[in-house]
């Protein structure tokens, strides 16, 4: 097994004229969110969908139901994933290291704990359900670690097939996005303070960008406390390609990138966090920051939305889904045992 070099992103990899069209998609439909909550607040006198939400909602049914354009889809892609990366990295402004030290040795190990479980039993369900072992571990890691982001790092690895990989990644998108629009009923059901919900969505949604998703209903705290659990969790992704290498004997064939290990935005997110608690940040900048994070957020999650298409479950086949169903719910279900377990507040 070899590694290769952390190199800077390619934020340009292809022209901007290219670009261009996917981008405005994605921009008009975080405009259309703004503009629904916007409704929503002069209707209801809350915000009961957030506008993250809503970008996701309205960018699925889009490209569910209207034929889109193959042009849009590097400025759709671009957006979904640079801009998320981006919004990521301002969001270390909001965040010191003083949140990290509250999380204490606990809550770390626990969530460390959590993952290795969710991979063993999601792995189970998945051979349990006749699921062949690489597609099997697909899911496994798509659900315990981070989704799409997982799937693709640890698809090399295992040399997994190509339909695998395809109906992982179709599957863990659906899910992924139906997770952030049902969980904020857990804030209520349970009767969860902000902490708990906070941590609560950084231990059960797939993306970083769908954290802040998630967490939004339980306000800054929950967004800053789950952003910070779901951080940790992405971590593990490490320990995880190398344990897998290490199994599968492939220590001198398998090429493993730095950056699938530790992607540059986490460093660029731990170095704003550093220069917040350093004092380096202005108290003043912080809350336009996150305005611009929040803003920049949604037009991912807009892109996001609208590389989701709902016919895509039934491409992926129910075993897949059982596996995948049951394995959300199953780490929904620790998750809720581990915060009550380390008594969160």
């Known amino acids: 097994m070899m590694f290769t070099s952390l190199k800077t992103p390619r934020l340009m990899e292809t022209s901007l004229f290219q670009l261009l069209p996917g981008l405005a998609l994605s921009i008009l439909v975080s405009v259309a969110a703004f503009a629904a909550e916007g409704l929503e607040v002069q209707l209801t006198g809350g915000k009961f969908v957030e506008n993250l939400v809503l970008a996701i909602v309205i960018g699925t049914a889009v490209r569910t139901f209207v034929p889109l354009w193959k042009g849009v889809e590097k400025g759709i892609a671009f957006s979904a994933k640079r ?17 990290l030290e509250a999380a204490g040795f606990a809550l770390v190990g626990g969530i460390v704990v959590l993952v290795a479980f969710a991979i063993l039993a999601s792995y189970t369900l998945g051979r349990t359900f006749g699921l062949n072992r690489k597609l099997a571990m697909l899911v496994a890691c798509g659900n315990s670690i981070c989704g799409n982001s997982a799937v ?73 406390t789950g952003t910070l659990v779901k951080l940790i969790r992405v971590l593990m992704l490490g320990p995880v390609l190398l344990t897998l290498a290490v199994g599968r004997g492939r220590e001198n064939e398998t090429s493993i990138r730095l950056s699938q290990i530790l992607p540059w935005f986490i460093i660029g997110f731990a170095l704003m966090m550093g220069c917040r608690s350093a004092g380096l940040i202005p108290q003043h900048l912080a809350a336009p920051l996150g305005y611009i994070s929040n803003t920049l957020t949604v037009i991912a999650m807009a892109a996001l939305g609208l590389t989701v298409d709902i016919r895509s479950v039934l491409q992926a086949g129910g075993r897949v889904i059982l596996t995948a169903s049951l394995s959300i719910f199953m780490l929904v279900v620790t998750s809720l045992g581990l915060i009550f377990l380390l008594q969160i507040h």
């Open 152 to 224: 693709a790092a640890v698809a090399p690895v295992i040399d997994a097939e190509g339909d695998d990989v395809a109906a992982a990644i179709a599957f863990t998108a659906v899910l992924g996005v139906a997770v952030v629009l049902a969980l904020p009923l857990a804030l209520h059901t349970f009767s969860m303070t902000t902490s708990q919900y906070g941590v609560l969505s950084g231990l059960t949604v797939y993306a970083v960008p769908q954290v802040l998703a998630a967490a939004q209903p339980g306000g800054p705290i929950a967004i800053q």
């Open 83 to 99: 801009i998320m990366e981006a919004a990521i990295v301002l969001l270390g402004a909001s965040i010191s290291l003083q949140a």
